[in-house]
């Protein structure tokens, strides 16, 4: 650990890109400041105790895309859009991407620029190669990659995913996306073609199996996934019987990962491609005491609030915006004696534990786990107690 604790993001174009806030700091200046941001704005409510650090902070990221775009002399680049702007940033090599990943990205620029493919204009909307999307699977090996093109017909497609499949045969599955769309959606409705494979690849988070889909939410660091419902589990110290709701559930990994730990489990959420991962992930997995639920999570919640059922614990997993009042207000009416927040930003789960307070909820302990290393994220597990009290 103290030579990871040592390791230093020196990349030269964190200045451009933005993605990583803590570049140019060692590993354990990025961890400490950011135990210190959490304690700051969550021991108010409850002790925090300290960050689980990451034991492999670089190429950890499982998901990537980037943007293509032919310069004025020909030459095809590609890379993420420079904070706050459609400026593509041109990068050899990232620390924080997955190696082959990077790699294959890279080659297909290269293939673009060899091929003369045409390449998709942001002014003009005209063209065919606009993005990739690379998915990496660590621990089964497998590989997706995903060719967005901006117009309906992929004019070189064949010598392009020919080549591309000679270059990289460990690509399990290739696939093109059509976006037509004038914004920044990365992938575009359902309109996808089959290159390779089955369509999507299959990862495994604490012995389970997942469907990673084109457009699935997954967490991007795996390993740092399995530490993270780890700890949530052993915090919320479960008696094996309790009744649980899971929201904002995605793929259903937090649903499918506490399942063996409860009576019965309901995951809630309102994408529907997740969704439909989620019945498969637990078809897969053979859970029987685990079902999803497709809708939103505050509807869900205090639709439920009205009627008499009986919850032990409330688990939520929002995005960074948070939770919203009327949901933490359909928990104070609902009053399950538990509630499990895994949040992935301190800042909106401070003013989110304050309206849990006002509903008669005490926060008992809080752990902060470092999922994205060099990035400003940070997720943090809070535990809380329902108080004898009448909520607000």
Same mark, same amino acid.
């Given at each position: 650990?103290?030579?990871?604790?040592?390791?230093? %993001?020196?990349?030269?174009?964190?200045?451009?890109?933005?993605?990583? &806030?803590?570049?140019?700091?060692?590993? /354990?200046?990025?961890?400490?400041?950011?135990?210190?941001?959490?304690?700051?704005?969550?021991?108010?409510?409850?002790?925090?105790?300290?960050?689980?650090?990451?034991?492999?902070?670089?190429?950890?990221? %499982?998901?990537?895309?980037?943007? /293509?775009?032919?310069?004025? %002399?020909?030459?095809?680049?590609?890379?993420?859009?420079?904070?706050? &702007?459609?400026?593509?940033?041109?990068?050899?090599?990232?620390?924080?991407?997955?190696?082959?990943? &990077?790699?294959?990205?890279?080659?297909?620029?290269?293939?673009?620029?060899?091929?003369?493919? !045409?390449?998709? $204009?942001?002014?003009?909307?005209?063209?065919? @190669?606009?993005?990739?999307?690379?998915?990496?699977?660590?621990?089964?090996?497998?590989?997706?990659?995903?060719?967005?093109?901006?117009?309906?017909?992929?004019?070189?497609?064949?010598?392009?995913?020919?080549?591309?499949?000679? +270059?990289?045969?460990?690509?399990?599955?290739? +696939?093109?996306?059509?976006?037509?769309?004038?914004?920044?959606?990365?992938?575009?409705?359902?309109?996808?073609?089959?290159?390779?494979?089955?369509?999507?690849?299959? $990862?495994?988070?604490?012995?389970?199996?997942?469907?990673?889909?084109?457009?699935?939410?997954?967490?991007?660091?795996?390993?740092?996934?399995?530490?993270?419902?780890?700890?949530?589990?052993?915090?919320?110290?479960? &008696?094996?019987?309790?009744? =649980?709701?899971?929201?904002?559930?995605?793929?259903?990994?937090?649903?499918?990962?506490?399942? !063996?730990?409860?009576?019965?489990?309901?995951?809630?959420?309102?994408?529907?491609?997740?969704?439909?991962?989620?019945?498969?992930?637990?078809?897969?997995?053979?859970?029987?005491?685990?079902?999803?639920?497709?809708?939103?999570?505050?509807?869900?919640?205090?639709?439920?609030?009205?009627? $008499?059922?009986?919850?032990?614990?409330?688990?939520?997993?929002?995005?960074?915006?948070?939770?919203?009042?009327?949901?933490?207000?359909? =928990?104070?009416?609902?009053?399950?004696?538990?509630?499990?927040?895994?949040?992935?930003?301190?800042?909106?789960?401070?003013?989110?534990?304050?309206?849990?307070?006002?509903?008669?909820?005490?926060?008992?302990?809080?752990?902060?786990? $470092?999922?994205?290393?060099?990035?400003?994220?940070?997720?943090?597990?809070?535990?809380?107690?329902? @108080?004898? +009290?009448?909520?607000?």
């Amino acid at each position: 650990m103290a030579e990871v604790l040592a390791l230093r %993001n020196d990349c030269p174009v964190s200045k451009t890109c933005g993605s990583c &806030s803590y570049a140019g700091k060692t590993y /354990f200046e990025q961890t400490a400041a950011k135990e210190k941001r959490v304690k700051r704005l969550i021991e108010p409510f409850c002790d925090v105790l300290p960050i689980h650090h990451c034991d492999n902070p670089l190429y950890y990221r %499982n998901k990537v895309h980037s943007q /293509f775009k032919r310069l004025k %002399n020909g030459r095809v680049i590609v890379g993420p859009y420079q904070s706050g &702007s459609h400026r593509i940033v041109e990068v050899d090599s990232c620390l924080i991407e997955n190696k082959i990943a &990077s790699e294959i990205i890279r080659d297909c620029a290269k293939l673009a620029e060899k091929l003369r493919v !045409d390449i998709y $204009d942001e002014v003009r909307h005209t063209g065919d @190669l606009r993005r990739i999307l690379v998915r990496t699977a660590d621990a089964t090996g497998e590989i997706m990659v995903v060719l967005i093109i901006g117009s309906k017909y992929f004019k070189k497609k064949k010598i392009f995913t020919d080549e591309l499949l000679k +270059l990289h045969p460990e690509i399990t599955t290739l +696939l093109i996306n059509i976006n037509t769309r004038n914004d920044s959606m990365i992938l575009g409705g359902n309109e996808v073609k089959k290159i390779k494979g089955k369509g999507y690849i299959t $990862d495994i988070i604490l012995g389970k199996k997942y469907r990673v889909s084109a457009d699935s939410f997954m967490q991007s660091n795996r390993s740092q996934a399995e530490i993270l419902y780890s700890e949530a589990i052993r915090l919320a110290e479960f &008696s094996g019987n309790e009744t =649980c709701i899971d929201t904002y559930c995605g793929t259903g990994s937090t649903t499918l990962s506490f399942a !063996d730990f409860v009576g019965t489990i309901t995951g809630v959420e309102i994408k529907e491609s997740a969704y439909s991962d989620a019945l498969k992930n637990t078809m897969i997995n053979k859970v029987k005491n685990a079902e999803f639920v497709l809708g939103d999570a505050t509807e869900y919640m205090n639709e439920l609030s009205k009627t $008499d059922a009986k919850i032990d614990v409330v688990i939520l997993d929002p995005t960074r915006a948070g939770t919203t009042v009327k949901f933490i207000k359909a =928990c104070g009416k609902l009053a399950p004696p538990k509630i499990v927040y895994i949040s992935c930003c301190p800042e909106t789960l401070a003013r989110d534990l304050k309206g849990f307070r006002d509903q008669g909820y005490e926060a008992l302990i809080a752990k902060p786990v $470092d999922m994205f290393p060099w990035t400003d994220k940070v997720e943090t597990i809070v535990i809380l107690s329902r @108080l004898n +009290l009448q909520p607000n």
